[in-house]
Every structure is written in structure tokens, then in C-alpha cells.
């Protein structure tokens, strides 16, 4: 039987906030345990909690990115269960009325086929503590540092139809909050987290088939890997006769594989009920046309415009785009050399690549965007080649200084004194006769050799154009 | 000393009569002598007391004393008060020494005036007898048989037999006027969102609001005036302007026009209070005021909303008394479920745990709409016959009570019973609107409480209504037997 896949995405961003959503405490990464929490976040007897602003308009700065339903009212609601790392016994979340409701966003697959997934909703909750199980022998340690840090969670449509369509969509939405600065998309200090509802049907039926939520996964990798581990477990057992049971799964990374959490009898009766603490947030047109007036340029509307204006292919663009800084990297670079095409070459190719292999990010990138675009000058006005380039962007990488110092210090400058050229190409023909008597017998083949002999004797620094077109000349005798 | 009020302290203070610390000592000694039998006090922070009186005698010698400077008072056990043991009438909490003062307890300590100690209250504000506290049952200063109300029970049995001159008190459902009726003094439960919230430990928490419990309206002026006011640490209190409330307190009440709910006097009303209030009522049109029955249609509904609406509320708020991070844990925990089920088992009384179960049940899935947000429904409907009311007559007034005070253990055993000694006072909480108890006289030898409803941020007429009352009655001074 052929097997259809149906996947909806929950996202919990983390808003950038420098304070928590209902208190003052700080939101600060990794500080010691209990030292960012404050008396609202320990929940104790009388205090109450006061809404952020700030995850307000964050929140409604996402909406108006996906060109989402923004209702005038929303509620706060409180989502009752017990855990130790559950001060007040609920979470302060988003139920009937949420902050952000329908809208959609476009993904682009790598085949260049585009598709529309719709946003259900988007709602504010505060986050839980951490509980710790190690080092306390026995008992369990709370850490509630983490507690009332303020979330966005963003929830899709059952739209997507594979773990590949799942990673492009997570990626765009990891790239816009970025854009958006609303959150820093850290996912290994959980600022950026994504639960996948997984199911199957068979190809041709419209109801949706019994689903799996599958947490815990903390990489674009892993939910790639975690989808396709639960797709072909639901398959295998339903092929086997078995039916899927909706539960919650945990998955595991290094077993690559899913463990069910708890069933859907297990689950808890949250209790929704409006927070009575809280009054509803009312949020005024004028609110949202002023966050919309203040929104950044956005990766689609980049990208559109890096086609446009730098004549770049929409894969090129798109990558390019995809980060916020990439895509500032690449336009300082393309302001400084002038040429979108070498830019995009060297800051796709060699940068990136050596970015990827060292595990840094743009922002980490030893080479300054000016750097770069200062050599790529280099190359257009032909002092350098694009092969000793290569030695050249290496020696920046290295923090051995800007392009221009290090091809003076190197003496890299690239040889176009045609009188020079040719003593070197005289040279090379005298010392190979045998080669040039083939080459005169026909053999063009040679021609690369003896370029590759010329290149070798000027260290590499004669202009190629110019040893193609000496030489030839010179070996027809 | 102990007889004068509020305002009259301060005079004395002012005048050098009397100084704070000796006016401390004397209430201390009070303290001391009577409430080992009343049980009002869970804590007497006398040490404390005697070094802030004398801070505020210092600050009186120096010229930087307010009016209200070194005059004692009692904070009901449900505010935070930082250092000082904060259970609220609950095992729960009885360890739990609040890290904070609730906004309440700034605004007085600020004003420099002197805290006797907590007061004795029902477990969590759950009650209308006192007889749920854990630190038991506070008596009834008229008669020592009887309860002093609740939930604020040890507020205004306190206030009834002269320990402190006013005390602090909250009214969830009518635990602020329901006790000062039966003990016979003067009690006001503000607007909702007058008075902070902040740090006052919830109970319901859209229909708590703290208030006054002193023994004449001048006195619930004073304080009101101190305790009111916006704070954006509570985003349910409200940016309205306070008010002078003893600007008004003798404006005259010609053309007063009352409004008289026939729901308010039917079935289930003890005939000698009825008579008690109409004689009241009497009094007010002697001073001009106009009289009109009206009809509030729906308060048969406010009992049942309200035990849907605050047990749901309160299901939620009591979640964090889980025995993790404060309070009570239980002994040997085996593992996560037995910590809670033994620390929230042991630690609340049946009262808290009947209501904690209506409530989950009540929102629980399938039945929330039927339950909760009939409830709501409800409000409004009740709200709206509030509005109606108030577009024919300024204020509304009825008994408190439907009896006086009940016998210790007489409704203990009986939940409904004892629910519905809120009736008259439970609407006020459901609309949020002000509301005020004043002794008015006496049936069986105790004490009758009229009670006044007025419109939202109204306080100020409630006050110069109950006023000019006790500028023509002696109701309010009259004192229990044996604590003179």
C-alpha cells in the first residue's frame, strides 16, 4: 500500500526578551540555578503576575509577518497540572483567544517546488523550571531560572506531507523569528524547540490517520531523522495489523528512535480556565500598524529583491536569505567589489565552506565582510587571480591582515607585464623540447601543460589570460 | 483608651495624651488578658510592636509623623508580612514565614503604624463560622458560644472586644461584612480593584478584595483612605482616583433614595433582624432619605455561581501548596505522587479539600461549560440587575445576615447550611461592587448588621451613609459584656 504522511508542527520560540513574561527576573542563559528567579516565578502564597508588554509586541510582530488574523481581544489562560518544576501548579498559557490566529506561510522545497502552510495560531505562555535529576542522590533538584520565560508558540496546519517539507518549514520559521529579532533560534539552549505531530493514511483517504506527538527534538537533523523513524514505525505497524495509538513520544537521539511518554488516557485534564489574574489584552489598530511600519525587510521580500537586483538564481537568493546576517554579509560584500556573482561565489563557496567545517556562524566569521570584498576587488581589477585568491583568503582567515597588505607582503601581485610573461614562457619552451616537437606535431593537448609550467615558474602570480594568449602564439613558433 | 476610635487615637497621639508605645502596650495587655479565651490573634508580634511604637514616637518627636502614626492595629492572617509567619488559617502554611510585604502591608507600615500581630481566619478565607481555622475556632466576644463570622473571624471578634481599634480583613464572598454583623462593628468591602491585591494570599481571586474592619464608618474612612489605590503589581487594580473619603462622611442625606430588594427579605430571613433593619431603615427616612422596593431577580442564582466560581478559582490558586518549594511537606515521601497526595492531604483541612474538588470537577473536561461558564453567565445576569437597580436608586441596603450569630458547631457539620448564611452578601462579589456592614441593633442580645451595597467606586457614599448613622445611633458603641 502506498503510505501518505501528515505532519503538523508545534514551535516553541523563546521571545527575546531581557526579562520574563510576568515578572522582572532576568531571562539570561546558564546563570546558577534559582539565581533568576524572583518571588513570582517561585509562586509563592499572594504574588500575582504582570504581562510583559514587550511579548506583546513581539508576538504581534510575528502575526503581521505571516499576515495573520489579529483579534482586537485575547485571554490568558491557566493550564492546571502538577510537576515540581510547575511553581503555581499551572502554566500561565493561551487557550480560546489567542494573541495571533490564522495565517500561512510559503516554503520552498530545494526542487524549486513552493507550497503554502497555514499557521493555526500563535499563542504566549510563560515556561516551566527544569527539573534535575543527577548529582542529588536519589531526589530531583528544581532549577527555576527558566520558569516564566516567555514562549511563542507557533502551531501549523497538518499541511506538511514529509520530514523534509517539516525541516523547510521549521527552517523558515527559525529564519523570520530571527529576522524578526523576536528570538535568538538557539536550539541547544532551547530557544528554539519543535514538537511534530506524525501521522499516516493511505494514499487517496481524506480522514487523517490516528497521531503521534513526537518531543524532544532539538536539531533540524534530529527532527528530520525523528519524523522518519515515526513514520516508518507507524507504517510497520499498521502493515503488521497493529493500529497507532495517540500518545505522546519522546524521541531519542541517540538511539534514533521514538519511546512512547504517555497515552492519551494518561494525559492530564488541563482545567483550561481564563486566568483571572490577568485582564484581556486588547490590542489597538494603530498598535499593529505601527509594529507593521517598523517591520524589517523580510526573507521572502530579500530574496525577491536579491534576484531582482543582483541577477542571482532563486536558489543562490534563497540561501543567501535565509539568514539575516548572511544576507547583511553579502550585500557588504557586493557593495565593496561591485561584482553579485564573484560575491556570491566566494561567500557560498569557500567561506561557508570553511565556516561549515569549523562550525562557525557568519557573525563568527574571521573575515570581515569589508575583507572579503577588498580581495574580491583584488581579483576584479586583476592585481590577483582567482587562484591565488584562494592562498590570499586563506592567509585573512588566519588574521594575517586585509587582502592588500598580504599580497604586498607575499608579493602575490599578479604579473601582466606582457614582456615579463613572455620571458617566463621562453624560458618554459626552452627547457621542454620534447613537449614543444609533440605539441607542433599536433598534440594541442600540451597547451595545458605548458600553462600549468608557466603558472608553476611565475609562482602562480602570472595573469592567465595573458599566458593563454602569449602562449599560444609562441608554441605555433 | 481602648474604647476610643481611630480618629480620636490619633488625636490623642497628636496631643501628646498618649504615646504610641504606651497606647501599644495597652493592647498588648489586652491581647494578653482576653484573647487566650476570644482565640482572635495567631500571632502577637508584641516585640516588634513595642520597637515600632517607639520608632513612631521618635518620628512624632521630630515632627515627621503622619496622622495615623503609632496607632495599633491587626492585619488579618492572609497577608503577607515579610519576617513575620503568614499561614493563613491553614497547617499548610504554618512554617511558611512570608520573604514580602503585600502591598497592604506597605501602605501601613509606611503610614508608621503598629502591627499587633495576624488575626485568626477561616483555612485559606474558606468559611463563614471561623470554625475551619487550624489554629480553631475564635469566639464570638457577645457571647462566647457563638462564632464572630468568618472568613475574617479574628478581625472583627479583635475589633469587637477592643484588642486593636481596627484590623485588616478580606471578603471573598462576604468575609469582611458577614463578621463585622455578627460581632457588631462597622466592615467595608471596597470595590474590586480598589484595593492591591498584591501579596494577599488568593482564594477566589476575581472576587477577593481586601477592606476595613474598624468600629465606626470615620474609622473604615481613615483606612480605606490608606489602603486604596492603583499598584501595577496587581493588573486587576484600578487606576481610578481615590477619593477624600471623610471629605463626605456628614453630607446630608436628603433625597437619598434606597433601594430595598424584596429577595432580601423573603423566606429564610429571622424575623427579629428583619425588624432590626426595617427599624433602620426608619432612621434613614427620618433623615430624608426615600425608600423603594426593588427587585434584584436573579440573587436566588448568586449562591450556587459563587460555589462554582470561587472553589474553580481556588482549585487552581492552592495548586502551589504542593509541599516542594514551602509549606508543609509530608514525612518520607515515596515518590512524586506521594509527596503531593500526603503533603496536600495532610496539610489541608476538609473544608479546603471540598472545595478544591467541586472546583477541579467543576472545570474539569465536559464539564466546564456547563458549570463554569454557566456561572459567568451568571454574574452577568446578576451585574445587570445591579445596573438596573442603580439607574432607580443610589444605594441598596438589607440585612447582612439572615440570623445572628450562629452557635459553634451548629452548621459546622451542615456545608449548605452554612453557605447560605453568605446569601445576602455573596452578589456584591459576584458583580464586584462595594459593600458595607454597620451594627444596626440587636436581636437575641446580639448584634444585627444593615448592610449597604452601593455602585462601583462608591465607597465614599457607603461611608458618609453608615457616618451620619452613627452620628444618630449608638448601635456601634456598644460594647460586649465582660471585656470593658
Known amino acids: ?477 | 483608651m481602648h474604647n476610643k476610635t481611630i480618629a480620636e487615637l490619633s488625636a490623642a497621639l497628636a496631643s501628646g495624651e498618649v504615646s504610641s508605645v504606651a497606647l501599644t502596650e495597652h493592647f498588648l495587655a489586652r491581647i494578653k488578658r482576653l484573647d487566650p479565651e476570644l482565640n482572635s490573634f495567631v500571632t502577637v508580634t508584641a516585640e516588634q510592636a513595642l520597637a515600632d511604637a517607639a520608632a513612631a514616637d521618635a518620628a512624632r518627636a521630630e515632627g515627621s509623623a503622619g496622622p495615623l502614626t503609632g496607632v495599633p492595629f491587626a492585619h488579618k492572617d492572609i497577608f503577607c508580612t515579610e519576617g513575620v509567619k503568614t499561614a493563613c488559617g491553614s497547617k499548610m502554611l504554618d512554617n511558611f514565614i512570608a520573604p514580602y510585604d503585600a502591598a497592604v502591608v506597605s501602605k501601613m507600615k509606611a503610614a508608621g503604624m503598629v502591627m499587633l500581630g495576624k488575626t485568626n481566619m477561616d483555612e485559606f478565607a474558606m468559611g463563614s463560622s471561623n470554625e475551619t481555622s487550624f489554629y480553631g475556632p475564635v469566639k464570638n466576644p457577645w457571647d462566647k458560644e457563638r462564632v464572630p463570622g468568618g472568613s475574617s473571624g479574628g478581625s472583627a471578634a479583635a475589633v469587637a472586644a477592643r484588642l486593636a481599634p481596627m484590623a485588616t480583613g478580606t471578603d471573598t464572598g462576604g468575609s469582611i461584612r458577614q463578621p463585622a454583623s455578627l460581632c457588631g462593628i462597622t466592615g467595608l468591602k471596597p470595590t474590586y480593584g480598589r484595593v492591591s491585591r498584591y501579596g494577599m494570599i488568593a482564594f477566589a481571586s476575581s472576587l477577593d478584595q481586601a477592606g476595613p474592619m474598624a468600629r465606626s464608618a470615620e474609622d473604615c474612612a481613615l483606612m480605606l483612605q490608606l489602603m486604596a489605590g492603583f499598584d501595577e503589581r496587581d493588573s486587576t487594580s484600578l487606576e481610578n482616583e481615590v477619593p477624600d473619603y471623610s471629605k463626605g462622611l456628614n453630607n446630608s442625606l436628603e433625597g437619598l433614595r434606597i433601594g430595598l430588594p424584596k429577595e432580601y427579605f423573603g423566606e429564610g430571613l429571622d424575623p427579629e433582624v428583619a425588624k432590626v433593619i426595617e427599624t433602620a431603615i426608619e432612621e434613614y427616612k427620618k433623615m430624608g432619605a426615600t425608600v423603594k422596593e426593588i427587585s434584584l431577580p436573579n440573587t436566588h442564582l448568586a449562591v450556587p455561581a459563587y460555589y462554582i466560581v470561587a472553589p474553580a478559582e481556588c482549585s487552581s490558586n492552592l495548586s502551589r501548596m504542593d509541599g516542594v518549594r514551602f509549606g508543609h511537606r509530608c514525612d518520607d515521601p515515596k515518590n512524586l505522587e506521594d509527596l503531593y497526595s500526603r503533603s496536600r492531604g495532610e496539610g489541608f483541612g476538609e473544608e479546603v479539600k471540598r472545595r478544591i474538588l467541586v472546583g477541579a470537577y467543576a472545570l474539569s473536561a465536559g464539564y466546564y461549560d456547563a458549570y463554569y461558564i454557566k456561572a459567568q453567565q451568571i454574574r452577568h445576569l446578576i451585574s445587570d440587575d445591579f445596573k438596573a437597580a442603580f439607574t432607580e436608586v443610589d444605594l441598596i441596603m438589607g440585612p447582612t445576615t439572615p440570623s445572628t450569630a450562629f452557635n459553634v458547631g451548629e452548621k459546622s457539620k451542615d456545608p449548605i447550611s452554612m453557605y447560605l448564611s453568605d446569601i445576602y452578601t455573596i452578589s456584591a462579589n459576584l458583580a464586584g461592587l462595594p459593600g458595607l456592614s454597620l451594627p444596626a441593633g440587636f436581636a437575641q442580645n446580639m448584634p444585627v448588621g444593615l448592610q449597604v451595597i452601593g455602585n462601583y467606586f462608591d465607597e465614599a457614599r457607603l461611608l458618609n451613609v453608615a457616618h451620619r448613622f452613627q452620628q444618630e445611633t449608638t448601635w456601634h458603641q456598644q460594647t460586649p459584656a465582660g471585656i470593658e
Open chain 1, 1 to 477: 500500500m502506498q503510505w501518505e504522511t501528515v505532519i503538523g508542527l508545534e514551535i516553541h520560540a523563546q521571545l527575546a526578551t531581557k526579562t520574563k513574561i510576568f515578572s522582572g527576573a532576568a531571562t539570561a542563559y546558564g546563570a546558577e540555578p534559582n539565581t533568576q528567579a524572583c518571588a513570582v516565578d517561585l509562586g509563592l502564597p499572594g504574588v500575582l503576575p504582570v504581562l510583559n508588554k514587550e511579548t506583546v509586541r513581539m508576538a504581534v510582530k510575528f502575526g503581521v509577518a505571516i499576515g495573520a488574523q489579529l483579534d482586537s481581544r485575547s485571554v490568558f489562560a491557566r493550564k492546571n497540572y502538577f510537576y515540581p518544576d510547575l511553581p503555581k501548579g499551572y502554566q500561565i498559557s493561551q487557550m480560546d483567544l489567542p494573541i495571533v490566529g490564522v495565517g500561512e506561510l510559503q516554503i520552498e522545497m530545494e526542487d524549486g517546488e513552493s507550497k503554502t502552510i497555514g499557521i493555526t495560531r500563535a499563542h504566549l505562555e510563560e515556561d516551566a523550571g527544569k527539573s534535575l535529576h543527577d548529582d542529588f542522590h536519589g531526589q530531583s533538584g528544581i532549577d527555576l531560572n527558566r520558569a516564566g520565560t516567555p514562549l511563542l508558540e507557533i502551531v501549523s496546519e497538518p499541511d506538511l506531507r514529509s520530514a523534509k517539507e517539516a525541516v523547510v518549514y521549521a527552517k523558515k520559521i527559525h529564519s523570520l523569528v530571527r529576522y524578526l529579532e523576536i528570538c535568538d533560534g538557539n536550539m541547544q539552549e532551547g530557544s528554539f524547540r519543535c514538537d511534530a505531530n506524525v501521522s499516516v493514511r493511505p494514499v487517496g483517504q481524506k480522514e487523517y490517520g490516528t497521531r503521534a506527538e513526537v518531543k524532544n527534538v532539538n536539531s533540524f537533523r534530529f527532527l528530520e531523522r525523528a519524523i522518519n523513524f515515526e513514520v516508518e514505525r507507524q507504517i510497520d505497524l499498521i502493515e503488521s495489523g497493529g493500529t497507532v495509538a495517540q500518545e505522546t513520544r519522546l524521541y531519542d537521539a541517540n538511539k534514533n528512535e521514538t519511546r512512547s511518554m504517555r497515552s492519551k488516557e494518561e494525559a492530564n485534564d488541563y482545567r483550561y480556565f481564563p486566568d483571572p489574574d490577568l485582564l484581556p489584552v486588547v490590542i489597538e489598530a494603530s498598535f499593529i500598524e505601527a509594529v507593521r511600519a517598523d517591520l524589517p525587510e523580510l526573507p521572502d521580500e530579500k530574496k525577491a529583491r536579491f534576484i531582482e537586483e543582483f541577477s542571482l538564481s532563486a536558489y543562490d537568493a534563497g540561501v543567501l536569505t535565509a539568514s539575516r546576517e548572511l544576507a547583511a554579509y553579502y550585500e557588504e560584500v557586493n557593495a565593496v567589489c561591485g561584482e553579485p556573482k564573484l560575491a556570491v561565489n566566494w561567500v557560498m563557496g569557500d567561506l561557508s565552506g570553511l565556516l561549515n567545517k569549523e562550525g562557525k556562524e557568519i557573525g563568527e566569521s574571521p573575515v570581515s565582510a569589508q575583507r572579503l570584498g577588498g580581495m574580491l576587488q583584488r581579483i576584479v581589477d586583476k592585481t590577483i587571480s582567482g587562484k591565488i585568491a584562494k592562498e590570499v583568503f586563506e592567509a585573512i582567515w588566519n588574521g594575517e591582515g586585509s587582502a592588500d597588505e598580504i599580497i604586498a607582503k607575499k608579493g602575490l601581485k599578479q604579473i601582466t607585464d606582457s614582456g615579463a610573461i613572455e620571458g617566463i614562457i621562453d624560458e618554459v619552451i626552452a627547457n621542454n623540447p620534447n613537449q614543444l616537437a609533440q605539441y607542433r606535431d599536433g598534440k594541442e593537448k600540451l597547451m595545458g601543460f605548458f600553462v600549468g609550467q608557466v603558472m608553476k615558474a611565475s609562482k602562480g602570480k602570472a595573469n592567465p589570460g595573458q599566458v593563454n594568449q602569449l602562449l599560444k602564439s609562441k608554441l605555433k613558433g
